[in-house]
C-alpha cells in the first residue's frame, strides 16, 4: 500500500534496472548483494573462485568429451584419436580439459596456501578447511581417474599401480579390484567416478564450502586489526557487495579460460599406444613425482604411506595448530613446517629425474 | 571304425558350418567359393562315413575336411567394407581407412568375449598419437579467440581491482575515527580474544 505512494516521488528506473527487479522479485537475486570486507576481492582472497572458475570450465568441456569417449577397453584409445583427429575442435577441447585440471590443482594448491599463510583455517572455520581438504583429495582423484580414461599406456600403468595399492589396503580397497565386479571392465567403472560421482561430490562440497564461507564470513586479513572475538573483520573496514566479488572472479576465470585456449592450442595433451599389459615404461604426470621417487626408493607401498602422510598432515593443522595468531611472522613453528612440507615435495619432485627407472608392479610391493 | 565315426562327426560340423555361413566370408580368404565347399565337405563327410577313415578316399576326405576347417574363419568382417579401406589406404587417408577396418570387424568383435577387470581389451600395439604438427588455420583461430579473451580477463581484473590496496587499508583502519588504538601499526595481537582457546 505505501508503495502505491512512494511511487511518484521515485525516479523512474532503467530498463534494465526494472528487468533486474523483475527477475529479483521472483528468485531473490539481489540477496547477493550482502556486503563482503574489501580484502576479499584481492587476487590471494579470490583464488577458491578462481578454482571455481576453473571446475566449471572442466564441467563443460567434459559434457562435451563424454559425448565422444567410449569407455569400453577395446574402443576407449581409439575414440579419443578419433576425438582428436576426426571431430572439429575435438583436440581444442581435449586440451582445455587438460589445462584445466591442471589450473585447477594449481590454483586450489594455492588456495590452501593462502589459507595457511594467513590463518584462515583457525576458529571457527577449522570444518571448511577439512571440507577443502576433501575437496583437494577428490581434485587428486579426478586427475588420476581422468590419465587413466584415455588408456594408453601410461594410463594403464598407473591403473596397475592403484589395483596393487588397492590390494595393500585390504578390506578397504575393495572398490579398486578388478574383481569386486568381475563382469564389469574396471575402465568402465572409473569412468563412471570420474564423470559422476567424483565431480558430482565435488559439487555437492563446494556448495557447502561456500555456504560455510558465507556462514563464518570471510577471514580477517592479518595484516588488518580484527574484531577479536568470532574473527571477523572489523566493522570499519570498507564493504563492497558480495556480486562485486563474483565479478571480479569472472574477470579472473576470463583470463584462465584465455589462458588456457592458448596452452591447448600450442602443447594439447599426447595420447601413447594402446596399453600392453605387464610392462612398466611410461613416467606418471608431473604432480604425482613426488610420490614416483618415493616409491622408487621404498617399493611401491611407499605411495599408500606418503598419500596417507600429506592427507593426514592437512586434516590436523587445525587441530594442532589452535593458537589464535594469524600474522605469519608471529607464527615460527607454523612457517617452519610449511617450509619442510613444501620443500620435500619440490625435492622429491626433482629427485625423480635423477634417479634410475625401477619396475614396481607385480614386486609384490 | 571308431576313427570314421570320430572323423564323420568332424565332417557334418565342417559341412553344417560351410552350409550356415555367409558367402562374401569365403571370398574374403580368397579360397574357393562358398557352393564349392560346401560340396567338398559334404563329400568329404560322404567318404568318411562310406569307407571309414583309414581308406584312400577317407584319408582324402579326412585331409579336407581339417584343411577347411583349420582355414581362418572370416565371419563377421564385412568384405565390402575391407575394399573400401583399401581403397582409401590406396588414397593415403590412413585415418579414415581405420576407421572403416575397425567397423568391418564390428560383427566379428562383438562375437568376441569382451574385457572384463582389468584386461586391456586390445592385442594389437599400435603407435602413439602423433603430436599436433604445424598450426593450421583453426588453430590460429582458437589461439586468436584465446589471446583476447586472456587480455578481456585481465583488463576486467584490473577495471575491478579494489580500490585500496593494503597499506591505505591499513591506515584508513588505524586511524582514531575508527575507534582502534592508533599505536598499533602492525597488526593487533588476537590475545583479546576471550574465550583463549589455546592448549
Same mark, same amino acid.
Given at each position: 500500500m505505501t508503495r502505491t505512494e512512494e511511487r511518484p516521488a521515485v525516479a523512474r528506473p532503467s530498463r534494465t534496472r526494472r528487468a533486474l527487479d523483475v527477475v529479483d522479485e521472483r528468485l531473490?537475486?539481489? &540477496?547477493?548483494e550482502y556486503p563482503v570486507p574489501e580484502? &576479499?576481492?584481492k587476487l590471494a582472497w579470490s583464488l577458491g573462485g578462481v578454482t571455481a572458475a576453473a571446475l566449471a570450465i572442466l564441467i563443460v568441456t567434459g559434457i562435451f568429451l563424454v559425448q565422444f569417449y567410449n569407455p569400453v577397453p577395446e574402443a576407449a584409445n581409439q575414440s579419443v584419436r578419433y576425438l582428436v583427429t576426426q571431430v572439429w575442435g575435438g583436440r581444442f577441447v581435449r586440451g582445455v580439459h587438460f589445462w584445466s585440471a591442471q589450473a585447477m590443482y594449481v590454483t586450489a594448491a594455492l588456495h590452501m596456501l593462502r589459507v595457511f599463510l594467513t590463518g584462515s583455517y583457525k576458529r571457527p572455520r577449522e570444518a571448511n578447511w577439512l571440507v577443502g581438504v576433501a575437496m583437494f583429495g577428490l581434485v587428486t582423484l579426478a586427475i588420476f581417474t581422468g590419465t587413466v580414461l584415455k588408456w594408453d599406456q601410461e594410463g594403464f600403468e598407473a591403473l596397475g599401480h592403484n589395483l596393487e595399492i588397492g590390494k595393500l589396503l585390504g578390506g578397504v580397497g575393495f572398490w579398486f579390484s578388478p574383481t569386486f565386479a568381475g563382469n564389469v571392465p574396471i575402465l568402465i567403472r572409473l569412468y563412471s567416478a570420474h564423470v559422476v560421482f567424483i565431480p558430482g561430490l565435488i559439487v555437492v562440497l563446494a556448495t557447502l564450502h561456500a555456504l560455510l564461507v558465507k556462514r563464518h564470513k570471510i577471514s580477517p586479513h592479518p595484516a588488518l586489526p580484527s574484531e577479536g572475538p568470532g574473527d571477523q573483520a572489523p566493522a570499519a573496514e570498507p564493504t563492497e557487495p558480495f556480486t562485486h566479488h563474483l565479478r571480479r572472479i569472472s574477470s579472473f576465470g576470463l583470463a584462465l579460460l584465455g589462458g588456457i585456449g592458448v596452452l591447448a592450442v600450442l602443447f594439447p595433451p599426447g595420447l601413447g599406444a594402446r596399453p600392453v599389459q605387464g610392462i612398466e615404461v611410461t613416467e606418471p604426470p608431473v604432480t604425482f613425482w613426488w610420490l614416483y621417487s618415493l616409491e622408487n626408493f621404498f617399493g611401491l607401498p611407499a605411495i599408500v604411506y606418503a598419500e596417507l602422510v600429506f592427507f593426514g598432515l592437512l586434516v590436523i593443522v587445525p587441530f594442532v595448530d589452535?593458537?589464535?595468531?594469524?600474522?605469519w611472522r608471529r607464527r615460527p613453528v607454523a612457517m617452519t613446517m610449511l617450509t619442510l612440507f613444501l620443500v620435500a615435495i619440490v625435492v622429491l619432485t626433482i629427485l625423480l629425474k635423477f634417479l634410475p627407472a625401477k619396475s614396481h608392479l607385480g614386486a609384490g610391493g | 571304425m571308431v576313427l570314421g565315426w570320430v572323423f564323420t562327426g568332424v565332417g557334418v560340423v565342417a559341412f553344417g558350418h560351410a552350409l550356415i555361413h555367409r558367402s562374401d566370408a569365403f571370398t574374403a580368404a580368397d579360397t574357393l567359393t562358398k557352393p564349392k565347399w560346401v560340396a567338398i565337405t559334404a563329400g568329404a563327410t560322404a567318404a568318411i562315413a562310406l569307407f571309414g577313415a583309414i581308406s584312400f578316399l577317407g584319408i582324402i576326405g579326412v585331409v579336407a575336411v581339417l584343411v577347411y576347417l583349420s582355414a581362418t574363419d572370416q565371419d563377421g568382417v564385412d568384405v565390402a567394407m575391407v575394399r573400401q579401406a583399401q581403397a582409401e589406404l590406396t588414397a593415403g587417408r590412413t585415418a579414415v581407412a581405420q576407421q572403416t577396418l575397425q567397423l568391418s570387424i564390428a560383427a566379428a568383435v562383438g562375437q568376441l568375449k569382451p574385457a572384463s577387470g582389468e584386461e586391456t581389451g586390445t592385442a594389437v600395439v599400435g603407435a602413439p598419437l602423433p603430436g599436433r604438427g604445424p598450426l593450421t588455420g583453426t588453430d590460429w583461430t582458437l589461439g586468436g579467440v584465446s589471446l583476447l579473451l586472456l587480455a578481456a580477463g585481465v583488463g576486467l581484473a584490473l577495471w575491478f581491482r579494489p580500490a585500496e590496496n593494503l597499506a591505505q587499508l591499513r591506515r584508513r583502519l588505524t586511524t582514531p575515527v575508527t575507534g582502534? #588504538?592508533? #599505536?598499533?601499526?602492525t597488526p593487533p595481537s588476537p590475545r583479546n580474544s576471550p574465550e583463549g582457546h589455546q592448549p
Open positions: 531473490g537475486i539481489r &540477496a547477493l580484502h &576479499a576481492n589452535r593458537s589464535p595468531e594469524r600474522f | 582502534t #588504538d592508533p #599505536d598499533t601499526e
